[in-house]
């Protein structure tokens, strides 16, 4: 009886302190099993069990806002008391990184650099897509070192990557040159984790050929 009293008397401080909300949640079918374990076991905190409910009610205020902004985000994410709340969409990073010079070594500057990404995604027993085959084109050119870099964000790790050298500018630094193709292996330099897919990368050194 004692015990009853002592759990009756809890309930009371609850409503005089403005916790109306918090004892309906209780009272949910799957917070019960909690409402009968405090009376049982006669460590029933009227204090420590406002603030348990406070922090559970704001965990779950924010996984359900912050799942909604996570298609306008990318790569977020908030600690709750120790519960990571993650939202965004996939992603990853991609380098295309290399040289270019003439047979001898000499470095070529103003090559045009093409970078070709393709994904394909095979259908499966549940997934069917309506385009198998993706592709991401990006351009850049060699410096005065005959080097160039690309770096940018991808959804994910590319199935393979062609780049195709080109000389652009006729007799100009150093003479005239025969396009080039190269397909260089892809590298995985950074594993993912939850939203992000890892860091990939790609390196190709090529010697042209003048015409």
């Not at 009610?57 to 799942?67: E, P």
């Not at 965004?88 to 070594?105: C, E, L, M, N, R």
């Not at 990404?117 to 351009?139: G, L, M, S």
């Amino acid at each position: 009886m004692e015990q009853e009293r002592t759990g009756r008397d809890s309930f009371d401080a609850l409503l005089q302190h403005g916790f109306q909300r918090e004892l309906l949640y209780l009272l949910s079918v799957d917070a019960r099993f909690r409402v009968r374990r405090y009376l049982k076991d006669d460590y029933f905190n009227w204090t420590k069990m406002k603030d348990n409910l406070i922090k559970k009610i704001w965990k779950q205020l924010a996984a359900a806002v912050l799942g909604l902004l996570g298609f306008a985000s990318c790569n977020k994410e908030v600690n709750i008391d120790n519960m990571m709340v993650r939202y965004g969409q996939p992603h990853a990073d991609f380098k295309a990184i290399g040289a270019v010079t003439d047979q001898s070594g000499k470095p070529i500057e103003g090559i045009r650099v093409a970078v070709t990404q393709h994904r394909h995604y095979a259908n499966t027993t549940h997934v069917y897509y309506d385009q198998n085959d993706w592709y991401e084109y990006d351009t850049l050119y060699t410096d005065n070192k005959g080097l160039f870099e690309l770096n940018k964000s991808v959804f994910d790790a590319p199935t393979d990557v062609t780049i195709v050298f080109e000389d652009i500018d006729g007799d100009e630094h150093g003479g005239t040159f025969e396009t080039a193709k190269e397909t260089p292996d892809i590298t995985r330099k950074e594993k993912g984790s939850g939203w992000y897919n890892g860091a990939f990368e790609v390196e190709a050194k090529v010697k042209m050929r003048k015409k």
